[in-house]
């Protein structure tokens, strides 16, 4: 079993920044990549970014790319998701989750709500 608690999470003018943090315990070592998705009001979830547990890779869709970045510490058992220069498309509950050797997304936190007023 793995946890994930997100915070970080609030109200935010148009242009501004956010960081999300998202930390995991139990089988943290066991982690293959993490990832952060986001649900709008009467949307589908949306992938936002992912970042394997270990080695290099990073990927996100074109709508963050060049505004998010995601990163990791291992020492924390964290892993981040800086959002810049948001706007009003960016409003949703964003949640953390977590993937084993399988690759498959099979743990989640609670999520958190970024509000990005216009």
């Known amino acids: 079993q793995v946890q994930l608690a997100e915070s970080g999470g609030g109200l935010v003018q148009a242009g501004g920044s956010l960081r999300l943090s998202c930390a995991a315990s139990?089988?943290?070592?066991?982690?293959?990549?993490m990832g952060w998705f986001r649900q709008a009001p009467g949307k589908e979830r949306q992938f936002v970014a992912a970042?394997?547990?270990?080695?290099?890779?990073?990927s996100y869709p074109d709508s963050v790319k060049g505004r998010f970045t995601i990163s990791r510490d291992h020492y924390k058992n964290t892993v981040y998701l800086q959002m810049n220069s948001l706007d009003a498309d960016d409003t949703g509950v964003y949640y953390c989750?977590?993937?084993?050797?399988?690759?498959?997304?099979?743990?989640w936190g609670q999520g958190t709500q970024v509000t990005v007023s216009s």
């Open positions: 139990g089988r943290a070592l066991s982690l293959y990549k």
């Open positions: 989750g977590a993937a084993l050797l399988s690759g498959a997304y099979e743990y």
């Open positions: 970042i394997a547990w270990r080695g290099d890779r990073i």
